[in-house]
């Protein structure tokens, strides 16, 4: 989220961070989006008595603050089919694994456990199934023998604040969007790993 704001402030993305939003009220994300002087709001989900209530208020919430794109960064709750359908083609993830590998939590350790020797990090549309929307741009790491997760962790932070504000930004300069056939850059169809530079 840092990485966002930051960009647009320094003028790399065309845009800007009209609102940070977060389930949390103690999470340093919103004192660093104030810090930066970004509207911040929370709205806990323990105040709801099911995923699709709290959808719904979260969905309005989104919407009071107009935004083109909704970034999630760090957002730990699966949305369910309505919220995502509404923000079809217009709500991205960054997930720290390389996709479709390791869905869900725990990616570090997970691939960690499997022995895997390389690891990263994949930009996504978000849908309805949980970190399975099209993939955009993916980086990669080494997994070196010594690694801890938070080693892991560490790594592929630096490739996120790195890929996540690209991304953006081409989303900004409508260079990318989502279509039947998937994710499309400058009109042409994305492989399923995302963007491949070549
Ligand atoms: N419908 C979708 N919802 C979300 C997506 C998505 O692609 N489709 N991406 C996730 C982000 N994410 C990984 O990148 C992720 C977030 C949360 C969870 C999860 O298991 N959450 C638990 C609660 C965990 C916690 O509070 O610590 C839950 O919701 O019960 C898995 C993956 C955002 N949502
Ligand atoms: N499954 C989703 C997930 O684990 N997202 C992770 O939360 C962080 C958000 O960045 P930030 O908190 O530094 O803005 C990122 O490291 C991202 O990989």
New binding site residues.
């Given amino acids: 989220m840092q990485a966002i704001v930051e960009a647009c402030q320094a003028g790399r993305i065309a845009g800007q961070v009209v609102g940070v939003i977060s389930n949390k009220a103690d999470v340093a994300g919103l004192e660093k989006a104030a810090a930066a002087g970004v509207p911040t709001a929370v709205l806990s989900h323990r105040d709801y008595p099911t995923r699709e209530a709290y959808d719904a208020d979260l969905q309005q919430l989104i919407d009071s603050f107009q935004p083109d794109l909704v970034v999630?960064a760090g957002?730990?709750?699966?949305?369910?089919p309505a919220i995502?359908r509404h923000f079809h083609g217009r709500m991205l993830?960054?997930?720290?694994s390389l996709l479709p590998k390791y869905?869900?939590?725990n990616t570090h350790q997970r691939a960690l456990d499997a022995g895997d020797e390389e690891h990263g990090v994949s930009v996504?549309f978000?849908?309805?199934?949980?970190?399975?929307?099209p993939v955009i741009l993916q980086a990669k790491v080494p997994i070196f023998p010594e690694d801890t997760a938070a080693d892991l962790q560490q790594r592929v932070h630096t490739q996120e604040h790195a890929i996540y504000p690209l991304v953006v930004q081409w989303f900004c300069t409508n260079r990318l969007r989502l279509t039947e056939q998937g994710a499309e850059l400058d009109g042409e169809l994305l492989a399923a790993e995302g963007y491949a530079a070549d």
């Fill in positions: 999630l957002f730990m709750r699966i949305l369910t995502t993830n960054i997930h720290p869905k869900g939590v996504h978000v849908t309805e199934e949980l970190d399975g929307g």
